[in-house]
Every structure is written in structure tokens, then in C-alpha cells.
């Protein structure tokens, strides 16, 4: 047998301890795992919500304290696009609609259909709607999913029967869980005619998006104000940064409480084979290879702990996005940097819970520990 | 050194506890080559700390002690002196429960630089020579204390050593148990030709020795 074999089949002399300590472990591990796959979901999400195509520039009813729903005259639409540096623009109207047995409003948008591409929307499995059509609706993949309705099923949305033409994906999970008709459509039946939410712009490729928004802004003192993509987008990363910082807060909480599991059971384990030690040491084992060993078998440990952990991360992400819909629409996303990570810092505790049994066993005097009974 | 000793110990002095315990008080004893030699005495007598000394578990604090040609005192890391000169029988056998027969007895070969064919043809080789070949894969639990001490045996003489240092080998045996324990080491001391040297409370196995020393309160007596 080698020696590494040898530091594999020994942690497993003391079943129950082992396992205890293992599970230890594993929960810190599984809940780095988990708390990496979600922001890293949420991430991925922010990051489509910047991909080119779409607009840069949203065109906000200044003061209206209504961040997404304001109300501005659709002939601004118009206007705007004449705007110096302006390629494009689209009129949005944004509603919530109840939907029948589905547990949360649907989040429905009206917008031209030549105008989807700003709102990132470039092509959806089926058709999409036309303009003008009366029973129209293109539904996100999300939404499709969670409300158990394809291309071809009906919809009912303000009492009346939708057709659904089309699923759309934009990897944003707030879009995915929405809906998109008509403009003309939306404010017949929300009766805003002529009255929109919010201005998509687009701006053209050599233009400077801080230099358009203050024309805009400018053009319309007090009635509009703009908030770009980036703009937004740096609002959500700040608020999973703070995740991120939570996310190592508990990997460091979860050395220290990993470490200190290490320790003791490794000091127990070096504590019951006092004399197997001097043994050892009598046969003429080197310090070092002691040292090796314990220290060794402190880091199979760990990484046992790191495989049981990731997969009770995994699992637990599974389990919690299936059953809660507050959270269905997050895609978790399965980087290899997760995974470095939570081995990483198994490997970590190993080290640091093993080191110091490992040097006190290789440091026992072999006539002391031989007595040991 | 005498060419033909394996052991050289002068005046040799080790206390414990500050100076207070004298577990050795001036040990004279040369062992030669081949030799088997007992060492009886009443506990407490120091009869046990000489034979760390010999097997450099432990370090005198005066004298001067030379094992194998190696002086052991002004040579600081001795784990390789144990590994390649000494080997331990001790009173209890002190296998590794996790591990088989096989395993335990080549768990010294580790220190050396031995291919997993070598350990496996020589811990075999031995297991054969203490009549264990059809065990070798049992766990040491399933053994009776004779087979345990047998074991014991394989594994001190695994690396070829030049001195074979039991202490009490067949105090936890029953005296049938102890004889054949007694006579597979005196045998391998002959046929490996090794330096046997033994301490025991038992007159009748001090007999069996080529010479018999007599230690009391840290000192050779005879």
C-alpha cells in the first residue's frame, strides 16, 4: 500500500467523526455554492440587459415618482428622433395586468413592432404581433414557462382573449417574465392614448451617449429626464456587490468555523493514536512524513467536504428556485470560478485546521507517546 | 569502537523530571555482533530507558552511546539510524487496527526507497518466516495475541536491521503463546544473523539469551 493510500483510508477510521465533521464543512461550502450560482445568474441577467441592439437612452417624466411608468406625450417620440445624434426611438406604455390563476401581475408592454429591436427583442420563436392587431401578444420564455402557455394558446388580459404569436428571449430575467403587444393596443385598453411610460433612444454609433441625454434633457427643462442602460446597470451591480461582499464574508466565517472542525477533529484523531505515532516514529518515520500524513488527512477531509457541498449547493439552488416563483425567473449560472472557489477555500480549511495537529503529532517525543495508554 | 561491537555505551546517565528521577546512573555495556544478550531487572530498575537509548528513542544526557558505528548523541536526527538499524518488538504489539497484516508489517519500508513490488515480496517473505502467509490480508482485531506479536516481529526485521530491541516481547502472552513467540525470535536472530537484545522480567527466557545483564537503580549490575 502506499503512502497515500494510506492518507485516503485513514480519515475513515472514525466513521461518525469524520462524517460530523464533513457535513460541517459541507454546509459553509454548499452555501458559498449557492450564493455564487444565484449572483452569478443575476450577473449574467444585467450583463444582456447591456448587449448592443437595444437602446441606451430611457426617457423618463422628470419628478414623476414613477421610475418606469410616467406619462409623456407620444408626439415626443418624434421629436426626439430629430434630435442631434439620436438613430432611433420608441414609444413605451407599460401596464400590470392580472392574469387568471397566475400568481403575480404580468408585467406587459406595448411598443411598435418595428421597435422590438430597442427593447432588445430581435426574434421570437412563432411570429410576432402586427401593429394594429386587436388580440395579439408576444410572451418572454419565463413567462411562457411559469404561466404554462406556447405559441397558439390564448391569453386572457383585461377580459379580453390574447392570441399568443411568439416567444421571446432576452437572457434579462425582467423581460422573460413579461409580455409585449401593441402600443395602439395597450393604450386602447389602459385608455392613455397618446401617452407613453417611458422613450427607448438609440443613439447613432459615433455619437456620446452622456452628450444625447443632456440634448434631451435639455430640450424638455422639467417635463423629461433620461437614465441610460449603464446607468442602470450599474445600480443593480451595486447592489450585487454588496451580495458578493456577503457571499465572502461567509466563505471567511466558513474557514474560520471549517478550521476550527478541522482542528478538533484532527486533534482528537491525533490525541486516540498517540502511540500508533510512536510507533511510527520508533520505525523510524520522519517527522515530516508524520506531519504529511496528518496534514494530509485533514485536506481529504476537506475536499470530501468541498464535493458534498458543492453538490448540496447545487441542489439547493435547484430546490429553491423550483418551489419559490419570487425567484423562478433567475437562471443560475455555472461558472468554473464557483467551483474554484469553494475547493479553494476546502483546500484552505484543510491546511489551516490540519497544520497544527499535524505539527504537534510530529512533534511528539516517541518514548512519551509509546507509554501513552 | 571495537570492530566487533554493535553496541557501545559508556557511563551513560539520563534523569527525568528535572534531574530528580535517575533512570540511568552511569551505564557501562558493549554488545557484539550476532549477539544475543537479556536485560532483566525489578521496574523502575532503568532497564526499559536503556533500551531507548539503544533504539534512539530517546536522548541521554551524559555518557556516550554508539550503535551501528553511529554516536548517539552528537547525531541529531536519528529517524534514519531507526529506520535502517533497529527494529522494535514491543510488549504489546502496537499494530495499526485500519490496516491489514500485509500493510503493517511494511509500514517501515516507507522511510526507504522501495518500489510497492519490493515491500509486497518482503513483508511476505517475513510473514511467511513467523508462519503467517495464509493471514496476510486479515485485519490485526481478527489475530490472537501470539499472531499479533508475530506480526510485531515481521515488521521489526522488514528493514533488514542490524539489532532487533524487544522489550517484554511475551509479557502480555501466556507462557505457551510466549514460547513460540520466544523461539520464532530467536531463530530469526540466528537466520537473519541480528543483534537480539531483550529485556524481560521472566529468569527462564533471560536463560535463553547468549548473556544475561542485570540492571538496578540505572546501573549494570553484573
Known amino acids: 500500500m502506499s503512502y497515500f493510500s494510506l492518507i485516503l483510508k485513514n480519515p475513515f477510521r472514525n466513521r461518525t467523526r469524520t462524517s460530523l465533521a464533513i457535513v460541517g464543512i459541507a454546509i459553509g461550502i454548499a452555501t458559498i455554492v449557492a450564493l455564487g450560482l444565484i449572483t452569478g445568474g443575476l450577473k449574467a441577467s444585467t450583463e444582456t440587459t447591456l448587449k448592443a441592439g437595444g437602446a441606451e437612452i430611457t426617457v423618463l417624466q422628470n419628478n414623476s415618482g414613477q421610475f418606469m411608468n410616467g406619462r409623456i406625450d407620444e408626439n415626443r417620440v418624434d421629436e426626439i428622433k430629430e434630435i442631434s445624434g439620436v438613430k432611433d426611438t420608441a414609444g413605451i406604455l407599460r401596464a400590470q395586468v392580472e392574469v387568471p390563476g397566475a400568481d403575480f401581475p404580468l408585467s406587459l408592454t406595448g411598443i411598435k413592432v418595428e421597435k422590438l429591436i430597442l427593447a432588445n427583442i430581435d426574434s421570437v420563436t412563432g411570429t410576432k404581433f402586427s401593429n394594429g392587431s386587436q388580440n395579439e401578444v408576444i410572451i418572454g420564455k419565463t413567462a411562457s414557462e411559469t404561466l404554462n402557455k406556447g405559441v397558439g394558446d390564448t391569453i386572457a388580459l383585461f377580459g379580453k382573449n390574447f392570441k399568443i404569436t411568439g416567444i421571446f428571449e432576452t437572457g434579462s430575467f425582467i423581460q422573460d417574465a413579461g409580455a409585449y403587444m401593441s402600443l395602439d393596443t395597450l393604450q386602447n385598453l389602459t385608455s392613455r392614448e397618446g401617452e407613453v411610460s417611458m422613450i427607448y433612444v438609440k443613439i447613432t454609433d459615433d455619437a456620446n451617449i452622456t452628450q444625447v441625454s443632456k440634448r434631451i434633457e435639455d430640450a424638455y427643462p422639467n417635463e423629461l429626464t433620461t437614465t441610460t442602460a449603464m446607468a442602470q446597470a450599474s445600480r443593480i451591480n451595486t447592489g450585487l456587490s454588496a451580495i458578493d461582499t456577503a457571499t465572502w464574508a461567509i466563505s471567511l466565517l466558513a474557514i474560520i468555523i471549517g478550521g476550527i472542525g478541522v482542528i478538533n477533529t484532527m486533534i482528537m484523531s491525533v490525541y486516540e493514536r498517540t502511540r500508533e505515532i510512536g510507533v511510527l516514529k520508533a520505525v523510524g518515520w520522519k517527522g515530516r512524513r508524520i506531519l504529511g500524513m496528518i496534514l494530509g488527512e485533514a485536506i481529504v477531509l476537506t475536499l470530501i467536504a468541498g464535493v458534498v457541498g458543492t453538490v448540496m449547493g447545487i441542489i439547493a439552488v435547484e430546490v429553491l428556485l423550483s418551489i419559490s416563483p419570487t425567484t423562478s425567473f433567475i437562471e443560475p449560472v455555472f461558472s468554473m470560478d464557483i467551483f474554484i472557489r469553494a475547493f479553494g477555500i476546502a483546500f484552505l480549511v484543510g491546511v489551516i485546521g490540519g497544520l497544527y495537529p499535524a505539527y504537534r503529532a510530529s512533534k511528539l517525543a516517541p518514548t512519551e507517546a509509546l507509554r501513552y495508554e | ?222
Open chain 2, 1 to 222: 569502537m571495537n570492530e566487533e561491537n554493535i553496541i557501545e555505551i559508556k557511563n551513560l546517565k539520563k534523569s527525568y523530571d528535572h534531574g530528580k528521577i535517575k533512570a540511568l546512573n552511569g551505564i557501562d555495556l558493549n554488545v557484539q555482533k550476532g549477539e544475543f544478550v537479556s536485560i532483566m531487572g525489578p521496574s523502575g530498575s532503568g532497564k526499559s530507558t536503556l533500551l531507548n537509548m539503544i533504539g534512539a528513542l530517546d536522548k541521554a544526557d551524559e555518557g556516550y552511546i554508539n550503535v551501528a558505528g553511529i554516536d548517539l548523541i552528537e547525531t541529531n536526527d536519528l529517524s534514519e539510524f531507526r529506520s535502517k538499524e533497529i527494529g522494535f518488538v514491543f510488549q504489546l504489539h502496537n499494530l495499526i487496527p485500519n490496516l491489514t497484516v500485509l500493510e503493517n508489517v511494511q509500514i517501515p519500508m516507507y522511510e526507504g526507497s522501495y518500489t510497492s513490488k519490493k515491500m509486497d515480496k518482503r513483508a511476505k517473505e517475513l510473514l511467511k518466516l513467523v508462519g503467517l502467509e495464509d493471514k496476510i490480508d486479515q485485519m490485526p482485531t481478527k489475530l490472537s495475541g501470539g499472531e499479533r506479536q508475530r506480526v510485531a516481529i515481521a515488521r521489526a526485521l522488514v528493514n533488514h536491521p542490524s539489532i532487533i530491541l524487544a522489550d517484554e516481547p511475551t509479557g502480555s502472552l501466556d507462557s505457551k503463546t510466549g514460547d513460540v513467540i520466544l523461539g520464532i525470535l530467536k531463530d530469526l536472530h540466528k537466520k537473519e544473523n541480528v543483534t537480539l537484545v531483550m529485556v524481560t522480567h521472566e529468569p527462564y527466557v533471560a536463560e535463553m539469551a547468549d548473556r544475561k545483564i542485570k540492571v538496578l537503580d540505572g546501573t549494570v549490575a553484573e
